[in-house]
């Protein structure tokens, strides 16, 4: 009988060991929503794929110690809108000129897409955990990165033209466009 309750023991503990699943609790609920009138005209979107790698390590003295290294290297894809608020764009009509001023382009909205993590490389280190709130502002570091990238190829400038467009086809509905010239001015020149 004896023998039957340690082999019983035994199983129990291989079992949770070696084959039991890995138990994760998440649990999460709303703490406050608001809700926002908005006037957003989004005129350009930039979809990039930003590739970041984050390490830590434990040192002495200046000296990195051995085995003590932690290293992430993975990807997000980045979506970032830029545009206009509707209220900061003003226009005028005058002896058959539609004169817009328009403000200066801004980034709208900078996300992550859910569900594009890719890990590419993956070394955790008992002695040196990466914390959350390293990965987090590795994160935020991620999308500051995405959004230079898109500003330097060209988002503003391809923001602002697409707007024009935009704003000459909402103007065509209620003017004669042959008849009336569109005449963009930037805010920030006048």
Not at 106 to 124: R, T
Request: proline share 2%.
């Amino acid at each position: 009988m004896k023998i039957k309750i340690i082999i019983l023991i035994v199983l129990v503990g291989i079992l949770t060991f070696a084959g039991g699943k890995n138990y994760i609790l998440n649990n999460s609920r709303t703490v406050e929503i608001g809700f926002e009138n908005i006037g957003e005209l989004v005129t350009q979107s930039v979809y990039c794929t930003e590739v970041n790698v984050i390490e830590a390590s434990r040192e002495l003295w200046g000296i990195e110690i051995p085995f003590t290294q932690s290293k992430y290297i993975y990807s997000y894809d980045v979506i970032i809108k830029a545009g206009y608020n509707f209220k900061d764009i003003s226009w005028n009509v005058k002896d058959n000129v539609i004169t817009v001023l328009l403000p200066e382009v801004k980034i709208l909205s900078n996300e992550i897409i859910d569900g594009s993590f890719k890990v590419y490389h993956e070394q955790e280190s008992i002695f040196r955990p990466i914390s959350l709130s390293e990965n987090n502002k590795a994160q935020e570091n991620l999308k500051e990165n995405a959004k230079q990238n898109a500003i330097d190829n060209g988002l503003y400038n391809n923001a602002k033209e697409n707007a024009k467009t935009i704003l000459t086809s909402f103007f065509s509905n209620v003017y004669n466009l042959k008849e009336y010239e569109v005449k963009f001015i930037d805010k920030k020149q006048r």
